[in-house]
């Protein structure tokens, strides 16, 4: 057993992070189901480290933890609230065996960005789109779970993480041009 002091820290080297909820709504917008979350898993290949984050069962992922996913999966039930860890577990598990046993191999694909390239990324691009005045100072982290869910469905690759930092960059050191050059010209 491997031991982080935070959940950024553990699922910095995953590609593809797949959290589970029984709530809905908020920020938990379009949640997959199970045997839409193992068909993705599966078009991923082989190549890719995937992660399945459970919550306790008392009260589920909150939404900071939320964040680290690209998919939300939602597993319906009849009138309980919630399942139990364990049986959720397995009917994640078992959906993605289903899926792996009828179309194999996987796709020979190469990895997507990792966690930790795309935490770097969003930090980034929040920075910038703060200097911008885009985002509310009071909550961006609103606004970068639309940024967070639009990257997540495009499903990133490291260059493509670099070139989307590498605007953020760009984008930086043109709005701290500009306001010194408005500074300049009072």
């Known amino acids: 057993m491997t031991v982080h002091s935070s959940l950024a820290e553990a699922l910095a080297p995953f590609h593809y992070v797949v959290g589970t909820t029984a709530r809905l709504g908020g920020v938990r917008k379009e949640p997959v189901t199970p045997a839409q979350a193992a068909h993705k898993i599966h078009s991923l290949g082989p190549a890719s480290r995937i992660a ?26 009849a009138s309980a609230s919630s ?3 364990a049986q959720a577990v397995l009917i994640l598990c078992y959906e993605i065996l289903l899926i792996h046993q009828k179309e194999w191999p996987p796709p020979d694909k190469p990895p997507l960005a990792s966690s930790f390239e795309l935490e770097g990324m969003y930090q980034h691009l929040m920075e910038a789109l703060l200097m911008m005045d885009f985002l509310d100072e009071q909550n961006p982290e609103h606004w970068m779970m639309s940024l967070r869910r639009f990257f997540s469905r495009i499903g990133l690759y490291s260059h493509e993480v670099r070139m989307v930092r590498g605007v953020c960059r760009q984008l930086k050191w043109f ?3 500009q306001r010194n050059l ?3 010209e009072q």
């Open 175 to 177: 709005v701290k041009n």
């Open 83 to 85: 399942l139990n860890l």
């Open 182 to 184: 408005m500074k300049d």
């Open 52 to 77: 399945l984050l459970f919550g306790p069962e008392n009260r589920g992922l909150s939404n900071d933890e939320l964040r680290f996913c690209q998919d939300t999966v939602h597993i319906p039930t």
